[in-house]
């Protein structure tokens, strides 16, 4: 697609629950990132994908949640057992290489984001 | 880990430049500067980035200081939807593919 794609773009759930959030990236990318943004807050990275592996994941807050991506394409964020501080924006961007800063020319291109409202 | 400082806010009047301070004194030699933008209720876009020269291209300008301990984004002249977000970003060194936003410049444009 021309962009990446998020959805859903809002989504309201009760305590508990468990949700997945998913991201479309720039076809022909092979890195692919998350990244969590509570309200009035800056992005807090969450994990990256080169290709389909995740080499680091400590940047998931918990170990409720996950992540995978399949096909070097669709990424999908799994958070179980949803609790209030979850609530936030849940941005995912995408670059035709990572994006070390080694390489200038690898800049992110981020969707609108999932904004999830835990009650 | 590489990391950046800038102010919490800053304002400016329409059609007035605008110059956006960082200072990442601890940045690596061959760490690119990138700067991003977040409007509201978007998700942060790509605007510049710069090595050692300084850089142009349509939307902005960066100015790198000789020792790259700091940088500034330089708006020509401020409009009504530059109000925004602004974010100056460093490589993680723990992890290659990590990318730290700070907590950003917030820009207020006013008419």
């Known amino acids: 697609g021309a962009g990446v794609s998020q959805s859903p773009s809002n989504k309201v759930t009760e305590k508990g629950k468990d949700v997945e959030l998913r991201c479309d990236p720039i076809?022909?990318?092979?890195?692919l990132y998350w990244y969590r943004q509570r309200l009035g807050q800056g992005l807090e990275f969450l994990i990256y994908f080169q290709g389909n592996s995740a080499p680091d994941k400590s940047g998931l807050p918990s170990d409720r949640f996950s992540a995978e991506r399949t096909g070097e394409s669709v990424s999908t964020l799994t958070i179980q057992r949803t609790q209030q501080e979850d609530s936030a924006v849940y941005l995912c961007?995408?670059?035709?290489?990572?994006?070390?800063?080694?390489?200038?020319?690898?800049?992110?291109?981020f969707g609108a984001g999932s904004r999830l409202t835990v009650l | 880990d590489a990391k950046t400082t800038q102010p919490n806010s800053m304002e400016s009047n329409e059609e007035e430049p605008v110059h956006l301070p960082c200072n990442h004194s601890t940045i690596s030699g061959t760490d690119y500067i990138h700067w991003y933008r977040q409007l509201p209720s978007q998700g942060p876009e790509y605007v510049i980035h710069?090595?050692?020269s300084n850089v142009n291209n349509r939307m902005a300008s960066l100015a790198i200081a000789e020792d790259r301990k700091s940088s500034t984004l330089i708006l020509h002249r401020a409009t009504l939807r530059d109000a925004a977000v602004y974010y100056c970003?460093?490589?993680?060194?723990?992890?290659?593919?990590?990318?730290?936003f700070g907590k950003g410049t917030k820009l207020s444009v006013k008419p």
């Open positions: 710069g090595l050692t």
């Open positions: 076809s022909g990318h092979t890195a």
């Open positions: 970003i460093l490589r993680d060194e723990g992890s290659q593919g990590n990318l730290i």
């Open positions: 961007a995408s670059s035709l290489f990572l994006a070390t800063m080694y390489s200038g020319a690898n800049v992110l291109t």
